[in-house]
């Protein structure tokens, strides 16, 4: 889930591409603790996310 204030709306094929991988759960598979923050770069935006079952949840959008 990625709130929708979080980005600009000329940024929404971006943030297309970036649920669809956060859609692939892109977290080591030994991984399963919904507490732990995950991080990833793409397009120069860094995001912070938890997993919680089968969502992923944004908890901050960065732009560099």
């Known amino acids: 889930h990625i709130p929708s204030h979080s980005f600009p709306t000329h940024a929404l094929p971006i943030w297309t591409t970036i649920e669809d991988i ?5 977290r080591p598979h ?19 996310f938890t997993v919680d079952g089968d969502t992923a949840i ?4 960065e732009s560099k």
């Open 22 to 26: 956060l859609a692939g759960d892109p």
């Open 30 to 48: 030994y991984q399963n603790d919904p507490t732990r923050v995950y991080c990833f770069e793409f397009h120069e935006i860094t995001l912070h």
């Open 58 to 61: 944004v908890q901050s959008p």
